[in-house]
Every structure is written in C-alpha cells, then in structure tokens.
C-alpha cells in the first residue's frame, strides 16, 4: 500500500514535468535524511525518560530508500523517454534529407527539412544538455543505467553535430535544382495572375451580384463562387510557400483580396474589434432598407432583418465580454450559470463560439459577472499598488559619525516610510471589507500580516537605534567603561550585533527583505532588552552619584557622565553654573605634592571667595564636590561673621564694603540695620523721643554717602556692590520713615515684626533671620554679585505670605499675570536668605519621574524648588506629584531624616481620587515654590 501510495504521489509530481535539478534536490534530500538518521543514537533521555528510536529510526530510513528508488527509476524513465523522441526526431530528419527531390514537392520537402533544423538548433542543445544532465543526476546518485542508453546519450551531441553538417551540404548542393524549380514557380505565379484576373471578372459580371431580384440563384452562386475563392486561396498559399523556400519576394493578390469575405466568424475573440463590428452591422442594415420595397418583402430578406438586428442587440453584451476586467475565472463562471462548455485558450477561441453561446439570452448573469469583476479589478489593482510599493521600498541608510570617526551605519528618517505603512494598511482593511474579496482574501490577508510585521520590526528598531547612539557613545572609547565593566561587555556584544544588522541592512536596503530577515523582530527585541538592562545599571549608577553629592540631580545625564568619565576635576567647570547660583567656576592650583586643590569660588561677575581651607581634588568626584560644597559654607559663614564684627570698624562703612563680597555686605549691614532699629526703640522706651527720627536722619546721610560713591571711579563689581546695598538701604530708609510717620516706637509692633529681620545669634552661633512666627538659619550659600530687586510693598507681602507658610511647612503659590516679577521675588527671598533657589519651567512633557527626580535633589541639597509654569503639567501627572508633595510635607512635619520622594505605580494610581481637589486647586496657579529643610540622610 505504501509504494502505491508513493507512486501515485510522485507520478503526480511527475507530471508537472519537473526540471532535473529538482530531482537532485529531492534525492538529495532523502539521501541526507537517511545519513542523519544513521548517525544518531537509538537512545535518547528525556528527563526521566528513556526514548529507543531505533526501531523508529529504521522505518524513516527504509521510507526515504524507497523514495529514492522510486523518484530514481521516475528520474530514469523520465531520462528514457527524453532520449529516445530526441534521437528518433533527429533520425527522422535524416531520412527526410536523404531522399531525391525530382519534383518541386520532393524540393519544398527537402527544404523544408534544412529550415526546420535551422529552426530547432536552439531548443535541440537545450534538450541535449537536459538529457545529459539527468543522466549526470542518475550516476551522482548509483541509480543503474542500461548501458545502451549511457552509450547513446553520450554520442547526441555528435549525432545532432553530424546533422546540422549534413543539411548544410545538401543545402549547398541542392542550388542547380533550386534555380531550376524557381524559374518553374515564377511561372506559376504568372499563369496565377492571370487566372486570378479572369475569375475576378467572370465574378463581377457573372457573380451573385448580377443576379437582380432572383435572391435564391444569388444564394447558389454565393456558394459556388466561394468554393472557388477557397480553392484559389489555397493556391495561393502554396505559391506563398514556395516563394519563402527559393528565397523570393512575396506576391501580394489584391483581386483575391478583394473578392474573399471577411471571415468574422474565424476572428479569434482576442484580437475583436467590437466597435468594427457595430459599424459594420449598421451599414448591412442601411444597405437592406434601401433595396426595393418588392424585395424587401421576401421571406428571404424579413428573415435576414431579423438575423442582423438580432446580432446588433447583442453587441453589448460583446462589449461587456471584452472588458478588460474579465479573468478565466469570470469566464468559468459564466459556464457553470449558462450550461455552455467552450475552450478558453487565446490561440482557438474565436467570435464563432460566441455566436454559438446565444448570449442575448442571459444579459442579467452577464451583468452581474461583469460588474463583480470590475470591482474585482480594482482590489486587484490596489493590491498590485501594495506589493509594487513594498517589494521596491528601501530603507534611507546613512553613515553614523563621531567627529571624523566612523561608527557604522544607521537608519535615516522612517517618517515617510511609517505614513505609507498606515495608508497601505488602510487600503488593505479597506480591501478586506469589500464582498468582492473572495479571489483576494489570502494575498490581501498576507500582506496584511506582512505590514503589521514590518510595522513591529521598525518600531523596535527604531528603539534600539536610539539607545544604541546614547549608550555607544558612553560605553565605546570612554572613562566609564572601567566603572562598569560587565555592562561594558554586555554592550560589546549588543553593539558587534546591531553593527552587523545594519551592515547587512546597508547592503540590502529593501525594507521587506530587511524586516522580514530570519530572526529580526527576535534579534532586535533581544537588542533592546539588553540595551535596557545597559541603560538601567547606567542609570542606577548615575543615582547613586547622585545621592552621593545631590546637586548633581541638577544637570543632565550626559553632562554627568561628562564628569564622570573624566579624570581631570575641571571637567566640572563648565557644569559649576547648573549646580551652583551665579557661579561660574571653580579656582584650582596645584599642590606641594602635585596634586590639585580647589581654593575658592569664582563668580559669574569674576568676584572671587577663597576658601579657608583648600580642598584636595582627588579621589572620587562626588566626595571632593561634597568637601568643597561643605568649604564653601564654612568659608562663607566665617567671612560673614568677621563682616558683622568689623562693621565700621576703624574706618567708614563704605570703606568696610570694599573689604568684603557683595552678599556678605549685604548681610553684615542687615544685620547692623536690625540692631540699630532695636536700639532705638530701646532708647525711645528709656525716654529719647526723637531717637526715630535721628536714626532716620542716619539713614539718608548713609544713602548719601553711597551716592557719592557710586559716583566716583569705582571697578565694575564694586560698583555693582553698592548699586546692590544701595536698594536694600533705600528699602530700609523707607520702612524707618513710615515708623517715624506712623508712630512706631515698640519693637512688638506689627510693623517690625513683619519685616525681614537679621540676627547674630551667640548660640549657636549662628546667623538668624525672623520674620513674624519664622524663623530660618541663614544657608551661607555664595552667589557672587548677582544682584537684588528693588523691594516694594508687594514685595514685602510676598516676603511674609512665603516665610509664613515655610514656617509651617508649606509651600507657597505666588500668582499674578505674567511677567510681574512671581518668579525673581522667589529667588529674591531665597538670595536674602542664603539659600540656592533651583527654577524649573514646567511643561506636557514632564511626568511624575522627572519631578520626583528634581524633587530628590531639593530635598537631599536643602535648597529650594521654584516651578514655573505649574499647571501645564498633564492633570494625571500632578495627581502623583500632589501625592510626593504631600510626602514631603509629612517628612517636614514628622522631622525625618529620611522618607521616599517616588512610589510604585500601584501605590500612585490608589491615590489619584484622594488627590483630585488638591490637583484641581493646583491647576489653577502659575508657580510653586517648595522648601525642603536639611532632609539628609
């Protein structure tokens, strides 16, 4: 049963005439199915079980023997058969050559055999070399041959070559009888002429046309005139013939041209003209209406009016037949709905079926097909579009460089390529829900996966380009791959892989081939895995610089890396300005032992602050950044409290200014203002009435004395300096004068408590600074000479509402139009107090990562957070930060040392309906200013 049913299957395989390199491939394939099971053992243990293939092993192996003995005497039969027509053909040729032509038949024979070899030259080689070639197949694989059949294709070639040879010497040698039996056809194509001459007026003046009114002898005539215009056709074809084999020009016979009737009925349906064949109708038509009305009366002539308007009625439908639409399935069902059989082939399908169908007996069913296949048409054309697109799309493929470095190729713009994605996938879905589908459904179907696949593929590519041009940049040829190092491996081996995807991608662009490569959507996702897992230590290491020195959550991840792949501590320099308020750089010398020291700050004005003690800068960056941070205090608050004590000293205040930086002046001399406010109401309560208004004179003599210098030839920052002072004097000569105007003479009164107010307080010794119920240590944060705003009354309620509230540890929420200063009097409150003020704009693209980040930052430095533009964070996102906000409320008031700022994602979507009004309240201003106290860990 086995073998009937292998030989059924391979005679049916047989018959699609399959070439010999497909026999190779499938005995090929059998022979190596039968090595590989061979070479395996009988055993084999899976898990806890044991597998005996053997005998399983002997079935599949005595399946493919059979096989190949099977396709190996299908391959010599097939072989044989070849063979022997071929030779039998050749043989059949020479005999042909070998007879004696005493006639001119025996001549056109011999002749026609010389042309016909010519003619088959081409196609004989070619089934010479086929022969050979299953012959080569049948002893590469050991099939036996008879040695008869090896013996005879071995001689074909010489066979044909003996041949060819022989045609041409009796070609040669024929050319005597050749001239003689063309001078014998010349002279039948005269005596032609003539006779063709003499029929042609016989059938004018004799002919049907000479009749009169006598139709039927008309009919009888037709029929013997067209017996003799085949029989002169015919003679006309072998004239024709023979002109051809003795090399003549072809006589053309216009008399038979004009006497034969166009034979429409024989017009094959591919080459039918519809429109002709309307005109024509319509002209027999007009011709039988202009006959005599007796003639017209005939039965005969009735009959043939009906015929012709009958043929003219279904012209239409020849018309719909004929349109381009129409496909051999439409023509299949018209068969089945009409009950006609006829043969489809172009070669044998005339107008004389058509006529044999009586198609005007089914103009709905025609319809209806034609309709449907024009319908069809157009999915058809639109998936001809789909595939035309895609199978010739390419990728835009650049070359990715690093300065002068060449770091391989890359992927261009995929806009283009991504919107004809989406208008291909529109017309296939389109497509797909047409009732016309049917005959397209697959092809529509398998595009369809194919541009989803494509679509996924480009996707993830695109991906992991993008982090591939982040990470290559800091993993190849950088200081951080002796951080990292088993990330570094990893991304070895990620960047060899994508390198070798996108060199095979530059040698072939075409997008189908490319995305649709074995494995790419698995390679390319396996890529992105791993360049995450890169990205995720990257950024786990960055944290923990971060927390270790958390200014540095006030610069990007690239300008940190920036510092941390270098080993040279002025790679910071250019980064101070993010990290610091208005300072511009740090000032480095080297050691005794050669080793760096930073020494003082500079400022972006070029006012300097040397530190008391210089700071080693080595090791690692974030310890030595956390030592000069810490340097920079101790130094700032040491001046300041030397300011405070030499205030005035020996020498006049505006001399004493010229010692010091501008914020310890600006210190010192609120410090001084402070006490000397208190002074006078401590004389004014022992009895000294006027002391207010002396101390006021006081005042506009020092703003006084300030004018006058600022008009004399100072350096740029000194009298940047006293511009400075100046507006925080004149801001305290108008408070003095409103007590002297309102009577204010006891320091519990509202109007001094509600000032800024500074203190040197003994212990802990300490600047203070108070204001109403709050009261803040002074941060010691140098800031160079960046100036102040002019303090106006707005100011100073903007002052109170935001210290009020950080005494209770809140926030603030300054609002007002743009550009009334909500901003700059933030910072200006946070300059006064010594404190670094980090401002950050806002904006849709923010989420709660990134805030909480900045946040972090804010909270580990001490430093204030200024964010403008608050409500044009998406109102989800401000659901989460209300949330950490709310957090670090908490930590302030439980006095924490430590609390996280970021939640898990299922933590914060359970708070997003506690938080809504919070949220809604929140979308309603401009900025928010939150204050983290010292949240160290």
């Known amino acids: ?43 084999r243990d899976q898990d806890c079980v044991r597998l005996h293939m053997g005998q399983l092993a002997r079935s599949v192996i005595d399946h493919a023997k059979e096989w ?110 050749k001239t003689k039996f063309t001078e014998i056809t010349q002279d039948q194509i005269s005596d032609f002429k003539k006779a063709l001459s003499d029929f042609a007026d016989r059938f004018l003046l004799e002919g049907p046309g000479a009749v009169g009114d006598n139709l039927d002898k008309g009919v009888e005539l037709l029929k013997q005139y067209k017996e003799e215009v085949a029989e002169l056709e015919a003679n006309r074809q072998e ?92 023509w299949k069902e018209l068969m089945s709905k009409t009950g006609q059989k006829f ?85 296939l879905q389109s497509m797909s829900a047409s009732r016309f589908i049917g005959p397209f459904l697959n092809t529509v179907q398998n595009w369809e996966k194919s541009l989803s696949h494509i679509s996924e593929v480009l996707d993830v590519w695109m991906v992991v380009q993008r982090k591939w041009m982040y990470l290559e940049g800091i993993f190849i040829g950088g200081d951080i791959r002796s951080q990292l190092p088993e990330e570094a491996k990893k991304f070895d081996q990620i960047d060899k892989t994508f390198k070798k995807i996108m060199t095979d991608t530059h040698k072939t662009p075409l997008i189908k081939i490319s995305c649709h490569a074995t494995n790419r959507l698995q ?105 000069v941070l810490q340097e920079m205090r101790t130094t700032n608050r040491l001046i300041t409290k030397e300011a405070i004590f030499y205030y005035s000293y020996k020498m006049p205040r505006v001399e004493w ?14 410090v001084w203002w402070t006490w000397e406010v208190e ?36 350096s740029k920052n000194d009298r940047s300096k006293f511009n400075t002072v100046l507006i925080i004097d004149v801001h305290a000569r108008d408070i003095i004068d409103c007590f002297v105007r309102d009577s204010i003479m006891d320091a519990r009164e509202f109007e001094w408590e509600s000032q800024l107010r500074f203190y040197w307080v003994k212990e802990p010794d300490e600047l203070v600074i108070r204001q109403c119920t709050g009261e803040f240590g002074y941060g010691y944060e140098y800031m160079g000479l960046n100036g102040r705003l002019v303090i106006t009354p707005l100011t100073d309620r903007i002052y109170l509402t935001l210290t009020q509230a950080l005494s209770m540890n809140l926030g603030g929420a300054p609002a007002g139009p743009a550009g009334t200063g909500k901003t700059e009097t933030t910072k200006d409150l946070a300059k006064a107090l010594g404190l670094l003020c980090v401002v950050t704009n806002c904006g849709e693209g923010m989420d ?69 009004i919070l949220i809604i309240r929140c979308r309603a201003v401009n900025m928010g200013v939150f204050k983290m106290f010292y949240l160290r860990e």
């Open 239 to 330: 004239l024709t013939n023979a002109e051809k084999l003795f090399e003549l020009p072809i006589t053309l016979y216009p008399e038979l041209l004009k006497l034969a009737r166009e034979q429409w009925a024989e017009t094959l349906w591919a080459n039918l003209n519809v429109q002709i064949l309307q005109d024509g109708i319509e002209n027999f038509l007009k011709a039988l209406r202009k006959l005599p009305r007796e003639t017209k009366q005939l039965t005969v002539a009735r009959n043939l009016e009906d015929k012709m308007k009958e043929f003219r009625d279904s012209l239409p439908l020849f018309g719909d037949l004929k349109h381009e639409a129409l496909r051999e399935r439409h």
């Open 657 to 670: 200014m010229l010692q010091y930086q501008g914020m310890v002046c600006l210190a010192g001399n609120q």
């Open 523 to 627: 390679d390319l996702q396996a890529l992105s895995l791993g360049l995450e897992k890169c990205q995720k230590s990257l950024n786990d290491y960055l944290d923990s610089k971060r927390n270790a020195f958390p200014r540095f959550f006030f610069i990007s991840d690239d300008e940190l890396l920036s510092i941390l792949g270098s080993s040279d501590p002025e790679c910071v320099q250019e980064h101070m300005i993010k990290m610091y308020d208005n300072i511009a750089a740090l000032k480095f010398q080297k050691g005794p032992s050669g080793e760096m020291l930073a020494t003082g700050m500079l400022s972006a004005e070029k006012e300097e602050m040397d530190f008391r003690t210089n700071v080693p800068a080595d090791g690692r960056v974030e310890d030595w950044m956390t030592a």
């Open 343 to 427: 043969d489809m082939n172009p070669d044998t399908f005339t107008l004389a079926n058509i006529f044999a169908m009586e198609l005007h007996r089914y103009r709905e069913t025609i319809g209806e097909i034609v309709t449907c296949a024009s319908k069809e048409m157009g999915i058809e054309k639109g998936v001809r579009e789909v595939e035309e697109t895609w199978n010739n799309m390419k990728f835009s493929v650049h070359a990715y460089m690093k300065g002068t470095s060449n770091r391989g190729w890359i992927l261009g713009a995929v806009d283009e390529i991504l919107q004809n994605l989406d208008d291909s996938s529109m017309n």
């Open 68 to 177: 190949i003995k099977t396709l190996g005497e299908l391959l010599q039969e097939s072989a044989k058969k070849s063979l022997m027509s071929l030779h039998n053909m050749l043989d059949d040729k020479s005999d042909d050559l070998e007879q004696t032509p005493s006639t001119l038949d025996d001549l056109k024979s011999v002749l026609s055999t010389i042309s016909e070899i010519k003619i088959i030259s081409l196609d004989v080689m070619n089934q010479i070399q086929d022969i050979q070639e299953r012959y080569r197949t049948l002893a590469m694989y050991d099939i036996p041959v008879p040695e008869a059949d090896q013996q005879l294709q071995e001689k074909l070639p010489q066979i044909w070559d003996d041949l060819v040879l022989k045609s041409k010497n009796i070609d040669a040698s024929l050319v005597k009888v």
């Open 1 to 43: 049963m086995i073998c009937l049913c292998q030989l059924a299957i391979a005679e049916k395989w047989l018959a699609k005439g399959p070439s010999s390199i497909e026999f190779d491939d499938r005995l090929q394939y059998y022979h190596k199915t039968v090595d590989d099971i061979s070479n395996m053992n009988d055993t």
């Open 679 to 714: 002074d006078v109401f401590r004389k004014v309560k022992k009895g000294l009435k006027t002391a207010m208004k002396d101390y006021a004179k006081r005042l506009h003599k020092q703003i006084d004395d300030l004018v006058v210098k600022v008009r004399s030839p100072l």
């Open 848 to 916: 709660y990562k990134a805030v909480g980040k900045i946040l972090s930052g804010l909270c580990q430095c001490g430093a204030w957070g200024c964010f403008d533009e608050f409500n044009r964070i998406d109102v989800s996102v401000l659901s989460v930060i209300s949330t950490q906000l709310k957090t670090i409320q908490n930590a302030l008031v439980l006095n924490l040392k430590r609390f996280h700022v970021s939640f898990p994602d299922f933590f914060i979507y359970s708070l997003l309906l506690l938080t809504f």
